[in-house]
């Protein structure tokens, strides 16, 4: 990737000479590698030529006599798909949240395997609640600026989640959450901490009812993947900016 570590070169003619001169100075726990993109089927020619130069620098340390604790390559995307590389440990991001690392990755596994369908346990529910519940009247905007204009008399909720919280400002007029099992809209600009829904499926709504923005509800469900490709984001990049001061809730059990 030319990130960090060494190449080739620099392992034999420097890395390993200065590990042999100084024996009692290091120990070597790891020798590792990270895929360029291991989850893009179009991209396998350069990881094929990265893995095929891991295992010549694997080699060299082991002719060296530099026996590396363990080895490691495989992110979530090559441990599926590279089962020779996974050695003595591996890398689980994504896998670990239950998404798949990109939608390539599944079709790859399921015709390998023969599989119909396969679905990972998912792990995560991003919830909120109500917070107010407003009558709007035909012809008055919602939100900042003019992005939305009421077309008829609308009964709206406030939920307080906004940019601010990761919930990307574009998905301003196109979001979609759940409740009380009914699938609505975001309507108008995304506060930096709170936005506006939809109620008129749901007239019965009432403030503290739960709003699901990602996970599912009887049949229906926002889905990582849906709500990543409606802002413009990666499923990587959308869990992990998540603020930590979102409460985090967890619930073991078994199925």
């Known amino acids: 990737m030319n990130r960090t570590g060494f190449n080739m070169q620099v392992v034999s003619k420097e890395v390993i000479p200065y590990l042999l001169a100084h024996p009692s100075n290091f120990e070597l726990s790891g020798l590792c590698t990270h895929f360029a993109g291991a989850e893009s089927i179009a991209n396998y020619l350069r990881i094929e030529q990265q893995q095929r130069k891991f295992i010549r620098a694997r080699r060299l340390f082991l002719s060296a006599g530099l026996p590396p604790e363990r ?45 119909v369908n396969f679905n990972l346990h998912r792990v995560i529910t991003w919830k909120s609640r109500l917070m107010a519940i407003k009558k709007v009247a035909m012809g008055e905007f919602i939100g900042y600026g003019t992005n939305y204009q009421a077309s008829e008399d609308m009964l709206i909720g406030i939920v307080p989640v906004g940019y601010s919280n ?87 059990g078994s199925e």
């Open 166 to 252: 990761g919930y990307s400002r574009m998905l301003s007029n196109s979001g979609r959450v759940l409740i009380q099992g009914v699938r609505t809209t975001v309507l108008g600009n995304i506060n930096m901490n709170s936005f506006a829904i939809s109620l008129q499926q749901v007239p019965e709504a009432k403030v503290g009812d739960e709003v699901i923005l990602i996970g599912a509800a009887d049949d229906l469900e926002i889905s990582v993947a849906s709500f990543g490709e409606l802002s413009n984001q990666l499923n990587y990049e959308l869990l992990t900016r998540l603020p930590m001061d979102i409460p985090r809730h967890f619930a073991v």
């Open 71 to 115: 080895t490691h390559t495989c992110c979530s995307a090559a441990a599926i798909r590279l089962p020779k590389m996974r050695f003595d440990m591996v890398r689980i991001g994504i896998l670990q949240y239950g998404y798949w690392p990109s939608p390539e990755i599944k079709i790859e596994y399921l015709r390998k395997n023969k599989l």
